[in-house]
C-alpha cells in the first residue's frame, strides 16, 4: 500500500498554468480560487490575462466586471451571492493569490493591442509576458493548463 501511495504523489503534477480570457465574474472567481488553493498546496502557479481577462487586471475596470450572460445573474444578484457566502471581491482575491506567490501576468501582445501601459495595471507584482513564455510553462510535462 505504502509503494503505491509514493508512486502516486510522484505522478502528482505540481505547476498549474491558467489562461484567464474572459473579464466577467464567473470567470474570475474560479480562476482565483483554483490558483490561492494551487499556491497554498505547494503548486507553482502562472495565470496568463489576455483580452478581456485584461480587464481584471487593469485600474478603473475591476469595478466594472459583471457576470456573462451565461449565469443567468444581475450583476446585483452576483455581488449579492459573494457576499452571502463570505467571499472576498475580486480585488482581494487577486491580492490574496499574489501574496501567496501565483505568478500573475499580462499578456503583452494584448496590452499592445488596446494600448494598456505596465502603470495602467492595478497590482503591483504583475509580470508581463508574451505567448512564447506562456508556451513554455505550458508545455513542462508537469503542468496542468486550463483555459477559462
Not at 81 to 92: E, V
Not at 122 to 130: F, H, K, T
Amino acid at each position: 500500500m505504502q509503494r503505491e501511495q509514493s508512486s502516486q504523489e510522484a505522478k502528482r503534477k505540481n505547476k498549474l498554468v491558467m489562461v484567464v480570457s474572459k473579464g466577467t465574474m464567473d470567470t474570475a472567481y474560479p480562476a482565483l480560487i483554483l490558483a490561492t488553493t494551487a499556491a497554498s498546496q505547494g503548486m507553482e502557479v502562472y495565470m496568463y490575462f489576455t483580452f478581456g481577462g485584461m480587464k481584471l487586471l487593469t485600474k478603473g475596470q475591476t469595478e466594472g466586471v459583471s457576470p456573462s450572460v451565461d449565469i443567468g445573474m444581475t450583476k446585483q444578484q452576483m455581488v449579492g451571492l459573494i457576499s452571502k457566502g463570505g467571499m472576498p471581491s475580486i480585488d482581494q482575491m487577486m491580492n490574496m493569490a499574489i501574496q501567496s506567490g501565483v505568478r500573475v501576468n499580462a499578456c503583452s501582445p494584448t496590452m499592445a493591442l488596446f494600448g494598456t501601459t505596465k502603470e495602467s495595471l492595478a497590482y503591483s507584482g504583475v509580470d508581463v509576458c508574451g505567448a512564447a513564455t506562456f508556451l513554455e510553462w505550458a508545455s513542462d510535462p508537469d503542468a496542468i493548463t486550463l483555459f477559462l
